[in-house]
């Protein structure tokens, strides 16, 4: 295949940025979109030029690093993470647009990478349980019923690689932090903080300058884990509670 590439460049985050135009050839219709790239900065490497600077690490759709707005879309056409997205997705000629993650929480470094550490420190703020020391419990000292099992287990494979915000026209984390909440409040290990999570977990949100959410679905939309939106109420309805509760 040979495509044309219209990519974001931008040297530094206080650099204004702005699209350049690459021919890459030579690329395989079964590599990675990863791959392809790696295709194009040997090619810049040749000719003396900077490479496209991206961020990528277990490249097996897991630590949630790799995340691209291409053609528009958080994570490209096909719902799954850029790295396991594949060329087959696109056609021989084709011109991609690759930006990347458009929010205000999530500034810019260089030319596709973006700093996510707002997230860390939403995860901070409550994202844990307390475990008393001392020897390992019993694993099954804990009865969970097998349908908050599952639900747990199916909201805990979020990611966190923000393609929920980069969709979201209000740039919300919501679905993130909806699957966090979720996550931990469905488990009897998650009971002792779930009042100060949710409330100390939404005010880091707001004060890292994510929007608020207004149902639009976006996110669920083009989150790679199918996290589904009724996590977002389950996250306002912890809030409710917790406020009730006099946080
Ligand atoms: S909810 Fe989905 S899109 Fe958002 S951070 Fe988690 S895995 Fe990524
Ligand atoms: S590089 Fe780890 S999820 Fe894509």
């Not at 949100?205 to 939309?221: L, R, S």
């Amino acid at each position: 295949m040979k495509l044309t590439l219209k990519i974001w460049r931008q040297t530094d985050a206080n650099d204004a940025g702005g699209m350049h135009t690459y021919d890459v050839d030579d690329v395989s219709a079964d590599m990675s979109f990863l791959e392809m790239l790696d295709v194009l900065n040997e090619q810049l490497n040749a000719k003396g030029e900077e490479p496209i600077a991206f961020d990528s690490d277990c490249r097996e759709g897991i630590c949630g690093m790799c995340g691209l707005m291409i053609n528009g879309e958080a994570h490209g056409p096909v719902t799954t993470t850029t790295c396991q997205l594949h060329m087959r997705s696109f056609t021989d000629g084709e011109t991609i647009t690759i930006e990347p993650w458009r929010s205000d929480a999530f500034p810019v470094l260089k030319d596709l990478v973006v700093d996510r550490g707002a997230f860390d420190r939403i995860i901070q703020q409550g994202g844990f349980i307390s475990v008393n020391t001392g020897s390992a419990p019993e694993a099954h000292a804990v009865p969970v019923p097998r349908d908050d099992a599952m639900r747990a287990f199916n909201v805990a494979t979020c990611i966190g690689c923000g393609a929920c915000v980069a969709a979201c026209p209000n740039g919300s984390a919501s679905l993130f932090m909806g699957a966090k909440i979720t996550h931990l409040g469905e488990l009897p290990q998650g009971q002792p903080e779930r009042d100060s999570r949710v409330v100390n977990m939404v005010a880091q949100h707001d004060h890292e300058g994510f929007g608020g959410c207004t149902n639009i679905g976006e996110c669920t939309a083009a989150c790679p884990k199918e996290i589904p939106l009724d996590v977002i109420s389950q996250l306002n309805k912890d809030l409710r509670t917790a406020m009730k509760h006099g946080h």
